[in-house]
């Protein structure tokens, strides 16, 4: 490899660098992404029927002697 081709190598991996750092910034800056599902369910009529029916299971499953108390 001479050095014009060298030098061009060079200048594709600092651009790859650079964009590589540029994404992490933005990865690392963004807000965690369960923060955006915190409280999505907060009212919901099916999201407490859903907990209602899950408890109710979980309750017959005690009383069975399938899960431990």
Not at 20 to 33: D, G, R, T
Not at 34 to 44: E, H, Q
């Amino acid at each position: 490899m001479n050095q014009t081709e060298m030098e061009d190598r060079i200048a594709v991996l600092e651009k790859e660098v650079t964009s590589l750092k540029s994404k992490f910034e933005q990865i690392e800056n963004a807000e965690p992404w369960w923060k955006g599902r915190v409280g999505i369910f907060a009212g919901d009529p099916h999201h407490k029927e859903a907990t209602r029916l899950g408890r109710e299971w979980r309750r017959n499953e005690q009383s069975n002697g399938n899960i431990d108390k």
